[in-house]
Structures are given as C-alpha cells and as structure tokens.
C-alpha cells in the first residue's frame, strides 16, 4: 500500500495531523525513512509559517509539538537539524 500525503495544508492543525500520519506511517514500515524526510522538507520549505515557531524559525510551533508528541516529535526535529545543515552548507 502507498501512503500518499497531502501536500497542500491551510491550518496548523491540518499540519499537524499530516505529519503525524507520515511519522504513523513510516513507523509502521509504510514509508522509507528517505521519503519521510522529503514530505517534512516540503512541509518546512512550503510552510514554515505554520511549521515554526513565529519568532524563532529553528523552534517547531507549540501547537505541533502538542499534537504530534514526544516521539514523532524526535523524528521531526532529527529530519529538520539534517535539513538546516545542509541549507548552511550552500
């Protein structure tokens, strides 16, 4: 079965609930850990406003950090420092 993700999200909430499907997902071997990451990244380059924290762009929003967990929250934020390193990098 193909996990298929939604790429376009109009809330926080909705995010939220998307990403913790994906990290659902990826825990119950439906997803690589290579495509994971690709759908935190689009979620991260296309909503960063809804993704992060408004004052600190490195501090993942609170109403995320409540809907996903302490778990899914891990993969997140292990996916995103990877992601920051490379974009300092450039």
Do not use: W
């Amino acid at each position: 079965m193909t996990y298929e993700f939604r790429e376009l999200v109009g809330t926080v909430k909705e995010l939220a609930e998307e990403i913790k499907l994906s990290c659902d997902a990826y825990s119950r071997r439906e997803l690589t850990s290579e495509r994971l990451s690709e759908i935190i990244i689009h979620y991260a380059t296309r909503y960063p406003d809804k993704l992060y924290h408004s004052d600190d762009r490195k501090v993942i929003n609170s109403t995320i950090k409540k809907i996903i967990g302490t778990r899914r929250l891990a993969f997140v934020e292990d996916i995103l420092s990877n992601y920051q390193i490379l974009l300092f990098r450039r």
